[in-house]
Nanobody
Framework: QVLLVESGGGSVQAGGSLRLSCAAS????????LGWFRQAPGKEREFVAA????????EYADSVKGRVIISKNNAENTMALQMSSLKPEDTAVYYC????????????????WGQGTQVTVSS
């Protein structure tokens, strides 16, 4: 069991930056791949970015590539998503997710989820 708690959401104007954090606790969080997903009102949840358990491999959605950086700190069991050049279409609830390291990164198979943090980007 892995418990995930997101923080760092808020409101920002277009072009601004935000840093989201995800704190993991429970059963050896460092053994898990971690990812970010988001869900905008009326839309399905979509993949944003992921990082493997070692922090060496990352994956990004095309919609955010070049604007976000995902990072992981195994010593502190935390993950961050640094977002810049934010657009109104980035407005969504952002969720932290985890799956055991034996599974490859990707958009499916994520086992544990946080409660989400709201990001609002105004034009």
């Amino acid at each position: 069991q892995v418990l995930l708690v997101e923080s760092g959401g808020g409101s920002v104007q277009a072009g601004g930056s935000l840093r989201l954090s995800c704190a993991a606790s429970g059963q050896t969080p460092s053994n898990y791949n971690l990812g970010w997903f988001r869900q905008a009102p009326g839309k399905e949840r979509e993949f944003v970015a992921a990082i493997d358990w070692s922090g060496e491999t990352t994956e990004y959605a095309d919609s955010v590539k070049g604007r976000v950086i995902i990072s992981k700190n195994n010593a502190e069991n935390t993950m961050a998503l640094q977002m810049s050049s934010l657009k109104p279409e980035d407005t969504a609830v952002y969720y932290c997710a985890a799956k055991f390291r034996a599974f490859s990164l990707g958009h499916t198979g994520w086992t544990y989820w946080g409660q989400g943090t709201q990001v609002t980007v105004s034009s």
